[in-house]
């Protein structure tokens, strides 16, 4: 892990170490609660990835044992020849392929249409920008369910159900406000000489906006990135509405319909925290290698109020 | 439908993606033209162009939809034939309510109640009580969960998140570990986590294991979590606490190193103990990031949607609401029911968080308006 390197510049890790009446009760404590609350967050992930290499009878012992004995990674491959078996053509490439397919347009639609968009809102002086830019905010608060029954009859009407229309290129229309606001903030911070040296030297806002605004601004689409890859990645919600034929379906509905299938039997909980797992996998890899992009867009909100 | 295999599913798709990124950029240009023509300035005109996406996808996907559902949820719609006029009558449904009161605890409730009527709320007084029913049961017992659930996970989940964000803050070695491995539960996708939760859950999971010398002690049973209705509520607010307070705390973290320096000094020459630096300097500086933890909390935790798809309840206890409307349209195929449904629900978040603003003023500290007015 590159847990200690990436937050090395923190204030408070470049500070010297505290007084060396180095471990008193105070710090005794404060480390045991850390190190509890670190045991609760950890447990159910352990739990997770133990129960995902158990055999059946390891399952229902009553005892808690988080070193399967024997252990099958077998179980990850198997879980796929099942859910072939239930619905062929479900194959782990097919399911893959389906969720990648989504999250890498979606997310790419998200990101250009919320640069593109938070440019005019920061950049530019415009009657109505501020109130807009409000209006925007506001509709953080619409829950998405008001929404969805009358989006369903549009694309129902549009005969683009079960497809993957709904799930990517509305996503150009900038869908995510939070989005177009972390941007706005960033854009917002860039100085103002360099769009005018830019256009005494001839650019045009093109020009601007795709060789000094892009570069500056790539830390926060780098941020914007790993959310939206995770937000696409995980949806739920949208997938359920509007894909119909197993084939299609991304991983969370994989999972979704190998869990209904088998709950006539016994619940196979190996095979579906093999499948979790899985799930959560490439997620958490991102979320090591990128941890500076994912705080650092979560946080913004708290510090900028 | 059968399947065309998967270059023929996403070929399609992709097309029209890119045919849509062309027609936006076609409307941006004579959006632009437009403008210029009318002699508005070069600059305003860019920036009013630029923000042409959005606009389009705002008018389209939220005024128009929201339209159209406050329209259906005064309809009977079924997707076969075209709505049907209805006028109140799914509100009049949704808020045919009664209330009777218990002479004693042995009473079942639906002698008291009107006719089709069910349980709701029960209050007891002395020997007896009184006790609120409604026709569309469901609903109302999915609106209670989903209001405890809200109002307990949400205000629980951020004192513990501010706790931990006071620990991390005490100049602890090896912080950023500590960062990475609390927020990790937010980043677990929503399905598995339900999953993971119900598993663990279950009658021989691993909380039951580890909780037996409790249960074991008191000579009960092994918890029912996800089937009995007094269970129920907890176990789902033990599963947003694990997923929330650690995300919460790395936010409030960032909000307590905000806070400059000098102000702690200040008040330690004014003699302040840490009591008093905790109160009149950290909550002060703190609460704009608590209040924004606040409203996104309960906007987050009243729309809880994976949990109930993946955990069943029994019917005393309802579901989550948003799945309920979810299955009320798509399942039963009550589209104007459903809409006239989630209107309540948008009504429900609008007055939290027109409250939460309300109040704001009262305990928010902003620095920069102090400095404005003064």
């Given at each position: 892990?590159?847990?200690?390197?990436?937050?090395?510049?923190?204030?408070?890790?470049?500070?010297?170490?505290?007084?060396?009446?180095?471990?008193?009760?105070?710090?005794?404590?404060?480390?045991?609660?850390?190190?509890?609350?670190?045991?609760?967050?950890?447990?159910?992930?352990?739990?997770?990835?133990?129960?995902?290499?158990?055999?059946?009878?390891?399952?229902?012992?009553?005892?808690?044992?988080?070193?399967?004995?024997?252990?099958?990674?077998?179980?990850?491959?198997?879980?796929?020849?099942?859910?072939?078996?239930?619905?062929?053509?479900?194959?782990?490439?097919?399911?893959?392929?389906?969720?990648?397919?989504?999250?890498?347009?979606?997310?790419?639609?998200?990101?250009?249409?919320?640069?593109?968009?938070?440019?005019?809102?920061?950049?530019?002086?415009?009657?109505?920008?501020?109130?807009?830019?409000?209006?925007?905010?506001?509709?953080?608060?619409?829950?998405?369910?008001?929404?969805?029954?009358?989006?369903?009859?549009?694309?129902?009407?549009?005969?683009?159900?079960?497809?993957?229309?709904?799930?990517t290129w509305p996503a150009l229309f900038a869908w995510g406000p939070l989005y177009v606001f972390l941007m706005r903030q960033f854009f917002l911070s860039i100085p103002r000489e360099l769009e005018e040296a830019a256009t005494i030297d001839g650019a045009n806002v093109i020009q601007i906006y795709w060789y000094i605004m892009l570069p500056l601004i790539r830390p926060v689409m780098l941020a914007i990135a790993v959310l939206s890859f995770q937000g696409n990645w995980n949806n739920f919600q949208g997938p359920i509405l509007y894909l119909s034929t197993p084939e299609f379906f991304p991983l969370a509905l994989a999972m979704r319909f190998f869990d209904q299938s088998l709950s006539l039997e016994a619940p196979q909980w190996q095979y579906m925290m093999a499948m979790a797992t899985m799930m959560a996998a490439p997620i958490l890899v991102l979320y090591f290698l990128a941890q500076k992009q994912f705080l650092e867009g979560i946080s913004i909100g708290a510090v900028k109020g | 439908m059968t399947d065309p295999g998967a270059l023929n599913t996403y070929l399609p798709t992709l097309i029209r993606y890119l045919l849509v990124m062309i027609g936006i950029g076609v409307i941006m240009v004579v959006v632009y033209r437009v403008q210029r023509a009318l002699g508005v300035k070069q600059e305003a005109a860019t920036g009013r162009t630029l923000v042409v996406p959005w606009i389009i996808g705002f008018v389209i996907f939220t005024v128009f939809t929201i339209g159209a559902s406050f329209y259906l949820s005064f309809t009977e719609y079924n997707l076969f034939s075209a709505p049907e006029w209805v006028g109140l009558e799914n509100y009049q449904d949704l808020f045919d309510v009664s209330a009777g009161t218990l002479e004693s605890r042995e009473q079942r409730s639906t002698d008291v109640l009107e006719r089709r009527h069910q349980e709701i709320v029960r209050v007891e007084v002395g020997g007896g009580g009184f006790v609120f029913g409604a026709r569309e049961h469901a609903f109302w017992r999915s609106m209670r969960l989903t209001l405890l659930y809200s109002f307990i996970s949400v205000p629980l989940g951020l004192f513990g998140a501010l706790g931990v964000a006071l620990l991390l803050n005490q100049k602890v070695r090896f912080l950023s570990f500590w960062r990475v491995l609390y927020y990790m539960p937010a980043i677990l996708p929503a399905v598995a986590t339900a999953l993971l939760w119900r598993w663990m859950f279950s009658q021989n999971g691993i909380i039951n294991s580890l909780t037996a010398p409790i249960w074991q002690g008191f000579g009960w049973e092994a918890p029912r979590w996800f089937t009995d209705p007094a269970l129920a509520l907890p176990a789902f607010i033990i599963i947003s606490l694990w997923g929330i307070f650690g995300a919460n705390s790395v936010i409030l973290l960032a909000g307590l190193k905000g806070i400059p320096q000098e102000l702690y000094e200040a008040a330690a020459i004014d003699g302040a103990g840490s009591w008093a630096k905790f109160r009149h300097v950290t909550i002060p500086m703190l609460s704009p990031a608590l209040f924004y933890n606040l409203v996104t909390g309960t906007i987050g935790a009243l729309q809880v949607f994976e949990i109930a798809a993946f955990i069943q309840t029994p019917a005393a206890v309802g579901t989550f609401l948003n799945w309920l409307i979810y299955q009320e349209a798509f399942n039963l195929r009550n589209m104007g029911m459903a809409s006239a449904m989630a209107w309540i629900m948008l009504l429900i978040i609008l007055a939290l968080t027109a409250l939460i603003f309300r109040s704001s003023s009262a305990w928010v500290f902003y620095q920069g308006a102090r400095e404005e007015a003064a």
């Open positions: 892990m590159t847990v200690d390197t990436t937050f090395a510049n923190d204030r408070l890790l470049n500070e010297p170490a505290p007084p060396q009446r180095a471990f008193n009760i105070r710090q005794i404590i404060i480390y045991a609660m850390l190190i509890i609350c670190g045991i609760i967050v950890l447990v159910p992930f352990l739990w997770m990835i133990s129960t995902s290499l158990k055999t059946p009878d390891q399952l229902f012992t009553g005892e808690v044992n988080f070193i399967p004995d024997p252990a099958v990674p077998q179980n990850y491959i198997t879980v796929w020849e099942r859910l072939n078996s239930i619905k062929p053509g479900m194959t782990f490439l097919r399911i893959i392929g389906n969720t990648l397919f989504i999250t890498v347009l979606a997310m790419f639609g998200e990101i250009f249409s919320a640069s593109i968009v938070a440019y005019g809102f920061s950049r530019f002086q415009w009657k109505g920008r501020d109130l807009l830019f409000a209006i925007m905010l506001a509709t953080i608060m619409i829950p998405g369910i008001v929404t969805r029954v009358p989006g369903f009859l549009i694309w129902r009407e549009l005969g683009l159900l079960n497809t993957y229309d709904p799930l | -």
